[in-house]
């Protein structure tokens, strides 16, 4: 186990998904997967796009027939066109095989090979199809991952556990031999593709289930029985909310047990509702369990009684549209910029005590309170915003501070250390910006 402040992460081999490390010790990999036909090679490039913009840092395509075989070479053409250059995946299902062999350009063009070793044919079809696809990742250089699902669990699998669980005296119960039966077809897969030459370090595994407790109790098995890389998601979690908070309760545990080198959430979209909500998703369970810090985080309070009016939650939801909108310019240039915290809090009760445990935060007014809201910057109370604009000014505010802070990519002087965090420099940038006309320094400071 490899020990962070919070979390020891289980020791897992490293393997290289194109420029992309997943395991032995790698930051947790984000992934997402498209929802367009795949032969559509402008909707999907597109959506591969979108998501990897939102931060998906592997993306998966299905390649179901022969024309969206034919396709991933000129989505992979098309992304680096547009200097796009996630991994491509291939999800590959029953004729998987036969699509690596006929298309080898698609072979070439994808970073991973995920493989059902439940829908690869019975029997001899079974080990001489597996074989194929084992020998087009060893043809192209390609790692794979070997996705078992319980809605398409290998049935042989399972029928041999079955018959020998009646043997048993008591006999396991079924939910437990089903465990035992997906994490089975996993490393017996991945045992067959090492006999057949792939080496241990091209081997990812994933066992997805749609139930919370059983994919803890499948991971935890996994886990224990090897150390391939493990790829994290709840399968089919479901719509809106249920999906989000099955998903986090699933992941969250496993992930604070050190178990999960990549994950997906996967999540039906509601309708209207863009695909690249799985990918903030997935960053929100990494980012809230302390793994990994992909956007400067808004701490906002729920509000009560004693906010007056909605601008309190349009302005929590302005800063973190904000914030999110900008990252992709900010990334790269202000180094550690994800790390900032943005306290947005309703009222003098916990307002200042939040905002000033924050880098950044104001507190709104709240009921029969005087109409301004104070800036804390760094724990300090700093100016005080009144009047129609304060969204603009915070923003501002904002802005003043990210530069000054974060600036290390552009200005080796500066530290992007949040300890050494120039507090005079901008309190001089704050009495110098364009909106002080705006902004009256409050006469209590
Ligand atoms: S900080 Fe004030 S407005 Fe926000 S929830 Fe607490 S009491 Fe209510």
């Not at 509601?270 to 998703?281: D, H, N, S």
Request: hydrophobic fraction near 40%; proline fraction near 5%.
């Amino acid at each position: 186990m490899t020990a962070l402040p919070f979390i020891s992460r289980r020791l897992s081999r490293r393997v290289m998904v194109g420029h992309t490390a997943i395991g032995g010790g790698a930051p947790i990999v984000v992934q997402s997967m498209t929802n367009t036909d795949t032969a559509d090679i402008a909707a999907t490039t597109a959506q591969v796009k979108a998501l990897a913009d939102a931060g998906s840092e592997l993306v998966r395509v299905t390649v179901n027939t022969l024309e969206a075989a034919c396709a991933v070479p000129h989505i992979r053409e098309a992304l680096d066109r547009k200097q796009c250059n996630v991994p491509l995946i291939g999800d590959f299902h029953y004729n998987g095989h036969k699509l690596l062999a006929d298309e080898p350009a698609c072979a070439e063009a994808l970073a991973k090979f995920r493989i059902n070793p439940g829908n690869v044919g019975q029997g001899e079809k079974h080990d001489s199809r597996f074989a194929q696809l084992i020998d087009g990742a060893l043809r192209f250089g390609k790692p794979i991952r070997i996705g078992v699902n319980w809605g398409s669990l290998d049935q042989q699998v399972l029928a041999r556990l079955l018959d020998a669980n009646q043997t048993r005296t008591p006999p396991l119960p079924l939910a437990q031999v089903m465990h035992q039966a997906l994490v089975t077809s996993a490393l017996e897969s991945a045992a067959f593709a090492e006999a057949q030459g792939l080496p241990a370090d091209r081997i990812i595994l994933s066992c997805k289930v749609s139930e919370v407790q059983d994919l803890i109790a499948v991971y935890r098995l996994l886990a224990e029985r090897c150390d391939y890389p493990l790829h994290l998601g709840l399968t089919e979690a479901g719509i809106g909310s249920k999906g989000i908070v099955a998903s986090s309760t699933a992941l969250a545990v496993l992930l604070q047990e050190g178990i999960g080198d990549t994950i997906r959430v996967s999540i039906t979209p509601e309708l209207g509702a863009p695909r690249t909500q799985e990918v903030i998703v997935a960053q929100e369970i990494l980012q809230s369990l302390g793994l990994r810090a992909f956007t400067p985080a808004v701490i906002s309070c729920p509000g009560c009684g004693r906010t007056t009016s909605t601008f309190f939650q349009k302005l929590a939801a302005d800063v973190q549209d904000y914030l999110r909108a900008s990252m992709p310019a900010w990334r790269t240039t202000y180094s550690g910029v994800e790390n900032l915290r943005v306290a947005v809090m309703g009222c003098i009760v916990n307002g200042p005590g939040e905002s000033k445990m924050a880098n950044l935060g104001i507190s709104l007014p709240g009921v029969g309170e005087a109409p301004a809201a104070p800036v804390f910057i760094d724990g300090k109370k700093s100016v005080t915003l009144r009047g129609e604009h304060i969204a603009e000014e915070f923003k501002t505010i904002i802005d003043d501070y990210v530069r000054a802070v974060y600036s290390s990519k552009e200005n080796d002087s500066l530290e992007s250390a949040p300890s050494a965090r120039p507090h005079d420099t901008l309190n001089k940038l704050l009495a110098q910006c364009d909106s002080s006309a705006k902004i009256s320094v409050d006469e209590r400071e």
